[in-house]
């Protein structure tokens, strides 16, 4: 089993930046990949960013390219996601997640946690 703990979400004003953090525990060697998926009201699931352990590779959604950077601290087994130039749109449910598939889809991931919310107020 995989645990993986989200923080630092919050309400934030367009163009701001938030630094989302995912803590993962217990056997975290059976899942390779880490990523951070986001859902809307309404909307499915879709994937962020995703890294492996070794922070290479790295992919991004063309929503977020040039606005969002996936990293990881192996020493602390946690998973950042700094989000820069927020937008409005950028207002969902973001949930982390450990899968051994690479690009990750929900349909492959292993342990999702709780999620935590971000808010892009206009």
């Known amino acids: 089993q995989v645990q993986v703990v989200e923080s630092g979400g919050g309400l934030v004003q367009a163009g701001g930046s938030l630094r989302l953090s995912c803590a993962a525990s217990g056997r975290t060697w059976r899942t390779t990949v880490m990523a951070w998926f986001r859902q809307a009201p309404g909307k499915e699931r879709e994937l962020v960013a995703a890294i492996t352990w070794s922070d290479s590779p790295t992919h991004y959604a063309d929503f977020v390219k040039g606005r969002v950077t996936i990293s990881t601290d192996n020493a602390k087994n946690t998973v950042y996601l700094q989000m820069n130039s927020l937008r409005p749109e950028d207002t969902a449910l973001y949930y982390c997640?450990?899968?051994?598939?690479?690009?990750?889809?929900?349909?492959?991931?292993?342990?999702w946690g709780q999620g935590t919310q971000v808010t892009v107020s206009s």
């Open positions: 997640a450990a899968s051994s598939t690479w690009v990750p889809n929900p349909n492959t991931v292993h342990y």
